[in-house]
Nanobody, 112 residues
Framework: QVHLVESGGGLVQPGGSLRLSCASS?????VGWYRQAPGKERELVAG???????NYSDSVKGRFTISRDNGKNTVYLQMYSLKPEDTAAYYC?????????WGQGTQVTVSS
């Protein structure tokens, strides 16, 4: 069983920045950051493999950066130029290969 700890959400004004963290005691093969706004389906925002290969949704490309610290088993999502439409609960999905696990979610609210 993998235990995940997410942190870093909060309230920020449009144009602001936040950094989310997803930490675990276990190994990962790949990690994805997803978000879910009220009334909408959960969507993939960004993903990264243990070897550093990344992918982003078109809606965040150029504004968000996903990175990892293998030694700390932690994955980060640095978010810049935040927009009101980025408001959502953000979840990390931790893929160990045989299984994947969801974090508890952290709320990001972009509002003036």
């Amino acid at each position: 069983q993998v235990h995940l700890v997410e942190s870093g959400g909060g309230l920020v004004q449009p144009g602001g920045s936040l950094r989310l963290s997803c930490a675990s005691s276990g190994f990962f093969f790949s990690v994805g950051w997803y978000r879910q706004a009220p009334g909408k389906e959960r969507e993939l925002v960004a993903g990264i493999t243990r070897y550093g290969i990344t992918n982003y949704s078109d809606s965040v490309k150029g504004r968000f950066t996903i990175s990892r610290d293998n030694g700390k088993n932690t994955v980060y999502l640095q978010m810049y130029s935040l927009k009101p439409e980025d408001t959502a609960a953000y979840y990390c999905n931790w893929n160990t290969g045989p299984a994947n696990y969801w974090g508890q979610g952290t709320q990001v609210t972009v509002s003036s």
